[in-house]
């Protein structure tokens, strides 16, 4: 059964400094996806990771795959307010499935 | 495009009483699924659809029913509500399973069952 473990839960961010969210996960998958929740709406797909050594760049956002650690990273380079939500890794599992993490939330403050 | 969309956005149940939550998308997806989200424990599958006619259980089936009669609408139906199921429910959609594709979310119905 796949698992899938964010850490930390909870990060408090001061603006202009640099942050990491970290997604473990337990079994070989092909795909992970990062999302974004802003408080009371829906999820917001930021990116979609597909191979060993992937990186995808947004912005102040910064994702990464390395699939043989079975870790995905998030980076946070300079915080700034809007970046507050909560952000959640999905890993596909063999059967097409997403398992979600149980979230980060991230809270910028000045 | 609308996208996918859900009504209603926020309903009160008392234990036992039924109800259809509604989704419906506009992009032609074949793949549907719906989750719940509760504090601490991000988002879990409950059913899913490949397509039209064909439905399958997810991580946490119990409690609800789901049928796929056309490609844009797959209704979440709770038999017999219990405080339990007080959650937020979103659907999601894609061309494909997750393993291919993109899954895109609606804006959710929050419930709450007394």
């Known amino acids: 059964e796949l698992k899938v473990e964010q850490n930390p839960l909870f990060l408090s961010m001061q603006e202009g400094k640099n942050y990491t969210i970290y997604c473990n996960y337990s079994?070989?998958?092909?795909?992970l996806y990062w999302y974004r929740q802003d408080p009371g709406k829906s999820l917001e797909s930021l990116f979609v990771l597909l191979s060993n050594g992937a990186v995808k760049q947004e912005g102040r956002l910064m994702a990464s795959l390395d699939t043989k650690a079975r870790l995905s990273t998030l980076h946070i380079t300079a915080a700034v307010h809007d970046l507050s939500a909560t952000y959640f890794c999905?890993?596909?599992?063999?059967?097409?499935?997403?398992?979600f993490g149980a979230g980060t939330q991230v809270v910028v403050t000045p | 495009n609308a996208g996918v969309t859900q009504t209603p956005k926020f309903q009160v149940l008392k234990t036992g009483q039924s109800m259809t939550l509604q989704c419906a998308q506009d992009?032609?997806?074949?793949?549907m699924s719906w989750y719940r989200q509760d504090p601490g424990m991000g988002l879990r599958l409950i059913h899913y659809?490949?397509?039209?006619?064909?439905?399958d259980q997810g991580e946490v089936p119990n409690g609800y029913n789901v049928s796929r009669s056309t490609t844009e609408d797959f209704p979440l139906r709770l038999l017999s509500a219990a405080p339990s199921q007080t959650s937020v429910y979103f659907c999601?959609?894609?061309?494909?399973?997750?393993?291919?594709?993109?899954?895109?979310f609606g804006p959710g119905t929050r419930l709450t069952v007394l």
């Open positions: 079994t070989t998958s092909d795909r």
């Open positions: 992009m032609n997806h074949e793949y």
């Open positions: 659809s490949v397509g039209a006619g064909i439905t």
């Open positions: 999905a890993v596909a599992d063999s059967w097409g499935k997403l398992q």
């Open positions: 999601a959609s894609s061309y494909s399973r997750p393993i291919t594709d993109t899954q895109y």
